[in-house]
């Protein structure tokens, strides 16, 4: 089995920054895709930042210039630094990761928990 674990969400004041991590382990062979999507209340999921391979990304308008996506393959990790944060950044983060496992020919989508950030003052 994969497990993702998101940490680094919390309570931040409009204009703060927050660091998530999303660490993903289990009987992982490779893992291709990575990155976030968030979920406000009554709105649908929608992408923030991912690397849609091992090294090119895509970031949502609202994220751009803003947020900053990277990742640790050796630790099959993935970070978003957040930056002016603002109220509408409120949201449940997730992570997202396309995974092959140990004695799978294919890639696997996975999905986290999600994090809690609230922007509020």
């Known amino acids: 089995q994969v497990q993702l674990v998101e940490s680094g969400g919390g309570l931040v004041q409009p204009g703060g920054s927050l660091r998530l991590s999303c660490a993903a382990s289990?009987?992982?062979?490779?893992?291709?895709?990575m990155g976030w999507y968030r979920q406000a209340p009554g709105k649908q999921r929608e992408l923030v930042a991912r690397f849609i391979d091992r090294t090119s990304t895509n970031y949502a308008d609202s994220a751009k210039g803003r947020f900053t996506i990277s990742r640790d393959n050796a630790k099959n990790t993935v970070y978003l630094q957040m930056n002016s944060l603002r109220p509408e950044d409120t949201a449940v983060y997730f992570c997202?990761?396309?995974?092959?496992?140990?004695?799978?020919?294919?890639?696997?989508?996975?999905w986290g928990q999600g994090t809690q950030v609230t922007v509020s003052s």
């Open positions: 289990g009987n992982i062979i490779s893992i291709n895709a």
């Open positions: 997202n990761a396309d995974v092959l496992r140990t004695g799978s020919r294919w890639y696997t989508t996975y």
